[in-house]
């Protein structure tokens, strides 16, 4: 799998705020992005060009040339060179789900945005192909790639269309649901573990009158 990208600490996207229920910013998020954004567009043109677009990408995270031309070519849904203030926060609003391992929630959450912007040719069709190009923008792993063609191809064309694509995005959200409260109650166990041990050392105090150390018990 390739290296998780890096928001770089002190850059203006640092400082933005995802709701984690519905991988949004905050109007006044908004607000502050497209004041960056204009910025940005120093031709005052209202979009990005791909040059432009680079060093905002190489400023601000960890991805090389390559990864950030991929981007571009994958927001410029029209092919004419340059994405507007709409393309500019959706790659936001991914970098900032993948920042904060948000990827499962934002994918379910805006499936059909992310499903056309998977779908290069614009064939109503997403292959393996797709992912594996993406798989840096969106952290899929690759046993759930497995798992999406095996169980989820339902025509058996080996891609998927954008019914297919929703109940693999219902899946990975119930998975991600999954973790979080086996997380929670681990964290649960974990501060009763503690809180127990805690108990039991304050006790051996006031019985023997000395220090007795947690790390010995």
């Known amino acids: 799998m390739k290296a998780m990208m890096k928001l770089k600490q002190g850059s203006f996207l640092w400082y933005l705020y995802l709701d984690k229920l519905y991988c949004l910013l905050s109007v006044r998020n908004v607000k502050a992005l497209l004041e960056y954004f204009?910025?940005?567009?120093?031709?005052?043109?209202?979009?990005l060009n791909d040059v432009l677009f680079y060093h905002f990408l190489h400023h601000v995270t960890s991805w090389n040339r390559t990864q950030i031309m991929i981007v571009f070519n994958m927001l410029d849904w029209n092919a004419v060179g340059e994405i507007g203030?709409?393309?500019?926060y959706m790659l936001v609003c991914i970098l900032l789900a993948q920042q904060n391992h948000l990827e499962e929630q934002f994918i379910f959450r805006h499936s059909r945005p992310v499903f056309e912007l998977l779908d290069l040719d614009g064939a109503l069709r997403i292959g393996a192909e797709n992912f594996h190009m993406y798989n840096f923008l969106?952290?899929?792993?690759k046993e759930d790639l497995r798992e999406l063609y095996h169980d989820f191809d339902i025509t058996g064309d080996r891609r998927l269309n954008y019914k297919e694509f929703k109940l693999f995005t219902i899946f990975t959200m119930d998975k991600y649901q999954e973790r979080q409260k086996a997380e929670k109650e681990k964290g649960k166990k974990d501060l009763l573990k503690?809180?127990?041990l805690h108990h039991v050392n304050v006790t051996l105090k006031q019985f023997f009158g000395t220090n007795v150390s947690e790390n010995r018990l």
């Open 85 to 88: 203030f709409d393309q500019f």
């Open 138 to 141: 969106f952290n899929i792993k």
């Open 38 to 47: 204009h910025l940005l567009d120093v031709h005052r043109n209202n979009t």
């Open 194 to 196: 503690k809180k127990k």
